[in-house]
């Protein structure tokens, strides 16, 4: 594979090269910078790097597309749409599909040339379906029901007498998760007349935020209740539907900290432990955390530990302080709470900002500056390669892999970001999924009225990862800011975020 690197412009030379690059263990910082490279080469060149991608995604495949012609015809019959389905032949639609949320903005001219266009199919009826309004057809097969009620979702009643058969196929799971949050309120009514007792475990905590969403407090309780595990969540809304204190109870039972558990320890006045990652011999580092390449070999050393105290004691340093504080977190099987505190240049921050900066970064990396996600965030803070690019055109991207430069831009852009939202949650929200991503798609749930408030609309944001990831960041904040001396609370935290939402 030694082929491409002389026919590339000398852009990366502060960065491995491509030799370097192609030896390097199949892993998300290999994909990384052969994406990398992929951007800024063509033809045969871009087509050899896409090959050697370990996990492809959708993505690449369209920088392959706009970098080598043959892969544009690939791409455009791969993934159909309002855009290109007249360029494309009809063969495409019917093995791939047509996104049938396109439907909704396109014109009754235009969906009925494509009927005209495609070919018998399964695509084709699923359109007839939804341009004719006649979704009573939809409930006559489970495939072409989830394919019409999880794409488009139209808002009609879903008849009594089908609502129970699609619960036990492995895409209601996906269905629920998207109606509950929806404003839709035919077809999230039907969903009211399941048997929840039919329903998995798994899927039931969004059933009864279904039933609360609709005002049925005592059937979400009966839901709830009907879980054989209960997870935290679970327990802790019950507490809010019943105020029956064994709820709160058993929460406080929990030692590990989370959202709920701390919101409860503060509700009852309890005080909550924080553990020490202590250093005692002063070992040598066995890895340097700042190189990727160490970092990957730490976590493969992890997966086949078979000790993972003894691991820990062979981390026994500062520099190795994330490492050891991550192997402690799972030999004592996630029951401790060590929330350390990394030096960094944050003397430019306040202790509100100080608050935040750990609380993400926690988060984020859990304090190992050589990470690289499956998205290609990199470094101590996780930062987006187009984000590094827009700030800080002039930076090499390899050296956002240590944390003093990681840390150095990632307090411009979270400031950024404060100045605009001005709330840890929403800033949160924003670090994880950009901030026009939080006023379109998160900002406006949280305009719901009511005793459950602003709980009801933290459980109603619409993505899983960015959900969590608020809630998460906001314990991280509640208890760095009280480590950085000036105590806080989540109670006074959420009240903010309520009279933001009331505003």
């Known amino acids: 594979m030694r082929w491409i690197l002389f026919l590339l412009p000398i852009f990366l030379l502060a960065n491995p090269s491509l030799d370097e690059v192609l030896d390097y263990p199949h892993t998300y910082y290999r994909d990384f910078w052969l994406t990398e490279y992929l951007k800024k080469s063509k033809n045969v060149q871009a087509e050899n790097i896409y090959n050697e991608i370990t996990y492809k995604k959708k ?12 892969y544009k015809v690939i791409y455009d019959c791969k993934y159909v749409t309002k855009k290109n389905w007249i360029d494309v032949d009809s063969e495409c639609i019917v093995q791939n599909g047509f996104r049938l949320r396109d439907l909704k903005k396109m014109g009754d001219e235009e969906i009925k040339s494509l009927l005209n266009y495609i070919p018998d199919s399964k695509t084709k009826t699923e359109i007839e379906i939804i341009f004719n309004k006649k979704y009573k057809k939809a409930f ?7 394919d019409i009620f999880l794409k488009y979702t139209p808002d009609i009643e879903i008849p009594d007498i089908y609502i129970n ?15 509950v949050r929806s404003k839709k309120n035919n077809i999230k009514s039907s969903l009211l007349n399941i048997d929840y007792k039919m329903v998995n475990d798994r899927y039931k905590f969004d059933l009864a935020l279904n039933a609360i969403s609709l005002n049925r407090d005592n059937l979400a309780i009966k839901i709830l209740k009907s879980k054989k595990y209960k997870k935290n969540r679970d327990k802790f809304w019950l507490y809010l539907l019943t105020k029956n204190r064994k709820y709160a109870n058993e929460l406080l039972d929990n030692k590990r900290l989370d959202f709920y558990t701390l919101w409860i320890y503060e509700k009852f006045n309890k005080n909550y432990k924080l553990d020490q990652v202590k250093i005692f011999n002063q070992v040598d580092p066995k890895y340097n955390i700042d190189n990727p390449l160490d970092v990957i070999k730490f976590y493969k050393d992890k997966s086949k530990t078979k ?12 520099k190795e302080l994330p490492l050891k504080a991550l192997i402690l977190d799972k030999a004592f099987r996630y029951t401790k709470n060590y929330y350390i505190m990394p030096k960094y240049n944050l003397s430019d921050l306040n202790i509100s900002q100080k608050a935040l900066f750990y609380a993400l970064a926690r988060q984020e990396s859990r304090f190992i500056p050589a990470q ?19 700030f800080h055109p002039k930076e090499d991207i390899e050296s956002f892999f240590t944390a003093k430069v990681n840390v150095k831009y990632a307090k411009k852009h979270m400031n950024w ?4 939202l001005n709330n840890p949650l929403f800033v949160s929200y924003a670090y994880n999924g950009g901030i026009g991503f939080t006023k379109r798609k998160v900002m406006n749930y949280f305009k719901f009225k009511g005793e ?23 314990t991280n904040y509640v208890i760095y800011k009280t480590l950085l001396g ?18």
């Open 372 to 390: 690289t996600s499956r998205s290609y965030a990199i470094g101590l803070m996780q930062m987006m390669p187009f984000l590094i690019k827009s």
């Open 452 to 474: 459950y408030e602003p709980f009801f609309s933290m459980e109603m944001v619409p993505y899983t990862e960015s959900r969590e990831y608020g809630k998460k960041v906001l």
């Open 140 to 146: 006559k097969g489970k495939d072409i029901f989830y």
């Open 417 to 420: 970001l404060i100045k605009r």
């Open 165 to 179: 058969n699609i619960v036990n196929d492995k895409r209601f799971r996906y269905l629920l998760h998207k109606v």
């Open 486 to 503: 000036e105590k806080t609370t989540l109670h006074e935290v959420l009240k903010q975020v309520k009279k933001e939402e009331e505003d």
């Open 307 to 318: 000790d993972y105290f003894k691991f820990a004691k062979e981390l026994d340093n500062q």
């Open 59 to 70: 993505y690449h495949l369209k920088l392959l597309a706009n970098r080598y012609a043959p």
